[in-house]
């Protein structure tokens, strides 16, 4: 089965229902090539510096990999904090928690030579299988052209039907996402999927955002790799996705500062962060979303 394909111009809606379906799908032409050349320029110096600490078995020894995006490469907020991005993640997300959150941040950057990585799903660090209820939504940058020669992501579809409970899906019948610098694989955290081999001559670069529900712990911890003087920088509901910000308000509150009921009123860690109303997912930003 074929990955469904959307542009910059499709509905959010579409695109969640696509991703119901067949677990993944990919957006074309989405970032603005002139911030893929600056995001990939930022990336360079770290992910050649530190890029191969990651090596094992499962991450390969030729793909360099590195989780503080947002410290080195501060143009790839626009990625991160997409518009498009953000309205799919709603659309799959929000119906569960009051908030989410990023849940891992990584630029991968795949080296000629590198065998396949092995189908996975992102959702397997959490004991949770509920039918209908999606822990996380990936979304995977291309910084190169993505192609089945170069390593463009596996991905399984349909594969997130099939609990982890039950039988496996046949992992025989993947597909790789094949698109253009700029574009975008949108896939669930119940999918299987994983890095292809590079049988190319040239490296290929992505950078795959992984957002989870708001009251599951982040895989990397964001607020080490993005400390507050760092996050102080970002724009509020790009804070509020790297963790900056309670779950709830009610009885679903999470995330408190010091942890005394009374101190998440001035959390965290600056009492105007919590003013500027940035988390996704509140009243407020549906309001404001609305214009009503
Ligand atoms: O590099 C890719 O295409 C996918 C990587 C991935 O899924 C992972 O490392 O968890």
Known sequence: MPISEFDRSSDPESIASALRRDGAAVVTGL??????ETVRTELRPELDASGLRTESDFNGSKTLRISNVLSVAPSAAALVDHDMVVAVADEVLLPHCATYQ???????????????????????PFPIDNAGMELQIGVMWALDDFTEENGGTR?????????????LPDLSKWEAADMSKGSALFYLGSMWHGGGANRSNASRMGLINVYSLGWLRQESNQYLNHPPEIAAK????LRALLGYTPHGSGD????TFRGKCTAWVDTPPEPQWREE???????ADAKAQSGV
Do not use: M
């Open 234 to 237: 970002f724009a509020p509901r």
């Open 102 to 124: 990023i849940s891992s941040l990584t630029a991968i950057e795949i080296l000629p030579g590198e065998g396949a990585q092995a189908l996975h799903r992102d959702d397997t």
């Open 31 to 36: 970032a603005d090539v002139e911030v893929v």
């Open 277 to 283: 109303r940035g988390q996704v997912g509140t009243a």
């Open 252 to 255: 679903d509150l999470l995330g």
């Open 155 to 167: 991905v399984v579809p349909g594969s997130h039907r099939i609990l982890r409970s039950w039988h």
